[in-house]
C-alpha cells in the first residue's frame, strides 16, 4: 500500500504496477484506472498514518533479482528494526550511488509503509534484497563492518574497489565477531555512545561516494 500522489507516481516511473487507486472525493487519481471513490472519513481509518493524504494505492511488488557478483557498492543492513531507520538508508544509498542494499534475516519488511514513506521512493528504484554475509562474501565483495569502538577512521579507509559496507541493528551493533574483512569507525566528538544507523549510514556512503569518484 503506497499513500499520496507523489510516491504513487514515484512508483509508477519506476516501472511498478498500480493495481488500483482509493481516492477521497474530489481528489484526482494517478492513472485514472481501477479508481475507486471513497466516502467521508474512510481514509482516515484504514490509512496507517494520522493524517493521511487524500488518496492511497495498491502497488504490485516486482519480481527482481540481481546478483551480487555484479555489484561493485553494496550497503548490507544487519537485522535494522526501525522502518524509519531502514527507509533513510534507502534514500541515502540511492543518493550515494549504491548498487544493491542487503537486508539480513530478521530485519524489518522493505515494504512496510514506513519504510516506504522514509525513503521517498527511492525503495522503488534501488534493488532490495535478503541475504547473509556469506553470500555477500561469495558475491566477491570486500566487507567493511561498522563500529561505534574500534576500526579504522572512515576518512582513512579505502573505500573504493568492490565492497560492503555492513552496519548493524540499532540497540546492539554489529557483533565483534562479525564474518567481515575489516572495520570502520566513525569518530566523533561529545558524550555520545554512538551515532543513530541511519545517520551513520549516510556518513559512510558518501564517504564511499567521495573516495569512489575520485578514484
Do not use: Y
Not at 504513487?8 to 519506476?14: G, K, M, Q
Not at 567493511?144 to 552496519?167: C, E, F, M, P, Y
Amino acid at each position: 500500500m503506497v499513500e499520496g500522489h507523489q510516491l504513487v507516481r514515484e512508483a509508477l516511473d519506476a516501472g511498478w504496477e498500480i493495481e488500483a487507486e482509493f481516492v477521497a472525493g474530489g481528489t484526482s487519481p494517478v492513472t485514472g484506472s481501477d479508481v475507486f471513490v471513497l466516502g467521508t472519513g474512510v481514509i482516515e481509518r484504514v490509512a496507517s498514518t494520522e493524517a493521511p493524504q487524500p488518496m492511497l494505492a495498491v502497488v504490485r511488488i516486482p519480481t527482481r533479482t540481481f546478483d551480487l557478483a555484479t555489484a561493485a557498492f553494496v550497503l548490507v543492513a544487519d537485522r535494522i528494526a526501525d522502518p524509519g531507520n531502514l527507509g533513510t538508508i534507502l534514500r541515502s544509498a540511492e543518493a550515494a550511488g549504491v548498487d544493491a542494499v542487503v537486508l539480513t534475516a530478521g530485519s524489518v519488511d522493505p515494504f512496510n509503509p514506513k519504510v516506504v514513506r522514509a525513503s521517498a521512493g527511492s525503495l522503488f528504484r534501488v534493488p532490495v534484497l535478503e541475504a547473509t554475509l556469506a553470500s555477500v562474501h561469495a558475491g566477491g565483495l570486500r566487507t567493511i563492518g561498522t563500529s561505534s569502538h574500534h576500526g579504522i577512521a572512515h576518512t582513512q579507509t579505502d573505500l573504493t574497489g568492490r565492497i560492503a559496507l555492513v552496519v548493524g541493528n540499532e540497540a546492539r551493533g554489529l557483533p565483534d565477531d562479525a564474518e567481515v574483512d575489516e572495520w570502520v569507525t566513525i569518530r566523533h566528538h561529545g558524550r555520545g555512545e554512538s551515532l543513530n544507523v541511519a545517520m551513520a549510514a549516510t556518513v559512510l556512503c558518501f564517504e564511499a561516494a567521495r573516495q569512489r569518484a575520485s578514484d
